[in-house]
């Protein structure tokens, strides 16, 4: 059973104009068995509020707290905070060419576990991942990321979230780009990592259409920088109906 | 290469890619720094090679494989400028002049060599020495040659490649000297007619090692590929000029030279000389220079320059590219778990790695890793 709880946090990034306030006091928590939504209009700050957590140099807390099972965050590399348990599915994953997913994985898992994973499960357990995604057993040879369509990039984060089996899992835009049937096979993989022993999960979308396929427990509407209002399911269902405009303040 | 690109490097005045050559030792004035093709190099610490220093040591030679070719001693006089090799400068011209025996090295007409014939050169002291080596490979052969370079040594050499019409012919070289090592080295290939060759150009170890490597094509359809790797740490100077001097029509060159600096002082300097002469209508270039620099007090110099005199080309283009680490690869794979050395050590592995696929010769291939692997074992995870 584990806790992560960000507490009223603040965050800036440096603009040539100087710092630039983007999340203005974000609080939310998630216990392991539960899957939150975090959604909101373009710019709002839900991929910072994904970078912050998982400790991204560009943005700087200004304020508050992220604590994983009573543990700062903040205060950890990005690295430690992977060991820690968090994992970050990124809107757009980076490309790092020459080297290959399975050289990749392998590596990322054996810092993960303090040891070299097993050779005689670990090649199956890499192609079973990549197989649930609809990839072909060749992708673990081909260079991370380079190349792959949006929406392989998308599915091969979740091979990834499959092998790497994180405590909490943060899902930014995990749904953008994916055509219906890549869209189900993606939402299945989060499905049987949700289902998975005491996980937890922040799924951050800009469309309720995910949502159809992974039922959120608690839905957090994002406007400028601050949560605007949290709910269960029914505030997606609200979403779908009338979009964000009862959200976002008048403009003066 | 769009079309005004081409109008405006027709209308670029004089040349400095006809040098006069010349085997006379004198007409090659001792050098000051100060000229265009000295200027990167540090004068100082090639031992006099660039001077007057007599030749007195010798580098042992041994063969590690015995595929189906020759090897001979023969007269110097009798090989040397058959590749249409004529020195440009000093240090090629005295090389050439101190000695009097070559070592010709000859691939049989039409032998399809599978294995690669393997020399190791090893230098045992740093009494400079002089080398002659001619590689020719007959008329629609196909071999791979490695002369891999070792140990201690003061080295100015040339090394002439003859590719007979049709002949394919991969030439790898590897500078894998001792720290100390100086190398002032030269090789000039000849292309024939619809001939391939390929050269994979490694570089690590050694002080100094300044390398010209030029190409010419006796026929039509001819091609060179040239593939470069080096690594310079700690006060390291590398230094690679090339030439490629499209002669001919339809010929094509191809040459990627990847690079990582680490250390106070490593400085690594790359010119990338392309010459497109009027006859040679029809033909395909492609230049590019990455460089990586892992620390700070490095230098990296890239100078590609192409010269065209013909407006009739296929293709010509050049890239040049001196960077640091990537914070978004790093922290992408740092999201996973990995540790910051870590992630670097398998960034540079994937910078490096990339060129080492294109080398074609799987047994190549894998030893070219491990020692990429041993050479950033050695210098990324110790000092990063
Ligand atoms: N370097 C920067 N300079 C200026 N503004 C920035 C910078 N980085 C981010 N921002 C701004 O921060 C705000 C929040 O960005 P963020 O990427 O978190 O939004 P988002 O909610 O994820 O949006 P989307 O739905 O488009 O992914 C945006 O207005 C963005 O323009
Ligand atoms: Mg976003």
């Known amino acids: 059973m584990s806790t992560l709880e960000i507490k009223d946090l603040q965050v800036s990034v440096d603009t040539e104009d100087g710092a630039k306030e983007i999340l203005k006091g974000v609080t939310l928590t998630i216990k392991s068995g539960e899957t939150h939504a975090i959604m909101g209009p373009n710019g709002s700050g839900k991929s910072t509020t994904a970078y912050s957590i998982a400790g991204h140099p ?46 990749f994985l392998r590596t990322a898992k054996t810092a993960l576990d303090g040891e ?23 992708f673990s040879q081909r260079s991370v990321n380079e190349g792959f369509s949006g929406g392989e990039k998308k599915r091969a984060e979740i091979a990834q979230l499959d092998v790497l089996d994180p405590k909490f899992a943060i899902l930014d835009e995990i749904d953008s780009g994916l055509d219906i049937d890549a869209l189900k096979v993606v939402s299945d993989g989060i499905n049987d990592y949700v289902a998975r022993e005491a996980k937890g999960l922040l799924l951050i979308t800009h469309y309720t259409r995910i949502l159809r396929y992974v039922k959120p427990d608690v839905v957090h509407v994002f406007v400028d920088g601050r949560i605007a209002e949290s709910g269960g399911p029914e ?6 109906a009338t979009g964000y405009e009862r959200f976002i303040p008048a403009k003066a | 290469m769009t079309a005004e ?57 041994t063969r590690q494989t015995e595929p189906g070719l020759t090897v001979e001693t023969v007269p110097t006089a009798d090989v ?35 294995e690669p014939f393997i020399v190791t050169l090893t230098g045992t002291s740093a009494d400079p020495v002089a080398e002659h080596v001619v590689i020719r490979a007959g008329r629609h052969s196909r071999a791979t040659v490695v002369l891999r370079y070792e140990g201690t040594a003061t080295l100015a050499d040339n090394v002439e490649i003859v590719v007979e019409d049709g002949a394919q012919l991969t030439v790898v070289s590897v500078d894998d000297w ?107 270039t492609y230049e590019e220079n990455r460089n990586l620099v892992l620390s700070d ?72 890793a491990a020692t990429v692997e041993a050479e950033l074992a050695k210098n990324v995870a110790g000092v990063l």
């Open chain 1, 58 to 103: 560009k943005y700087d807390i200004t304020g508050g707290e992220v604590l994983l099972d009573g543990e700062n965050v903040l205060e950890m590399s990005v690295d430690e905070r992977a060991r820690a348990g968090l994992f970050l599915a990124m809107q757009y994953p980076v490309e790092v060419p020459g080297v290959s997913m399975a050289n």
């Open chain 1, 116 to 138: 070299a994973p097993k050779l005689r499960t670990w090649v199956k357990d890499v192609n079973g991942a990549l197989d649930r995604m609809n990839l072909d057993p060749a």
């Open chain 2, 297 to 368: 007090g490095c230098q990296a110099d890239s100078v590609p320059n192409l010269e065209i005199e013909t407006g009739e080309i296929e293709g010509a283009g050049h890239a040049s590219a001196t960077a640091r680490f990537d914070d978004e690869q790093l922290f992408y794979l740092r999201s996973r778990g990995i540790s910051e050395k870590e992630a670097q050590r398998l960034v540079v592995h994937g910078f490096f790695n990339d060129l080492i696929r294109q080398v074609g010769v799987p047994e190549l291939e894998e030893s070219l």
């Open chain 1, 235 to 240: 505030l997606a269902e609200e979403l779908e």
């Open chain 2, 5 to 61: 690109v081409v109008e405006q490097a027709l209308e670029k005045v004089e040349s400095h890619l006809h040098p006069e050559g010349s085997f006379d030792v004198d007409a090659h004035e001792v050098p000051t720094g100060r000229e265009e093709i000295w200027r990167f190099t540090p004068l100082k610490r090639l031992r006099g090679l660039h001077q007057d220093v007599e030749f007195t040591g010798a580098l042992k030679a």
């Open chain 2, 80 to 114: 040397r400028g058959v590749s249409g090799f004529v020195p440009t400068d000093r240090i090629a011209a005295r090389a050439l002049s101190a000695v009097a025996e070559s070592t010709l090295v000859t691939v049989p007409v039409e032998a399809d060599l599978a």
């Open chain 2, 178 to 284: 001792a720290d100390d090592a100086v190398r002032a080295g030269h090789r000039h290939i000849n292309v024939g007619r619809d001939a391939q060759f390929k050269h994979v150009d490694i570089t690590f170890g050694g002080d100094v090692v300044r390398n010209d490597t030029t190409a010419e094509y006796a026929g039509p359809g001819g091609s060179v590929e040239m593939l470069g790797l080096y690594f310079a740490d700690e006060g390291q100077h590398i230094e690679h000029r090339l030439f490629v001097d499209h002669t001919a029509p339809k010929t094509k060159s191809h040459v990627v030279y990847k690079g990582a600096l680490q250390g106070q002082g490593a400085h690594t300097v790359w010119i990338g000389n392309v010459l497109i002469r009027k006859e040679a209508e029809g033909i395909e």
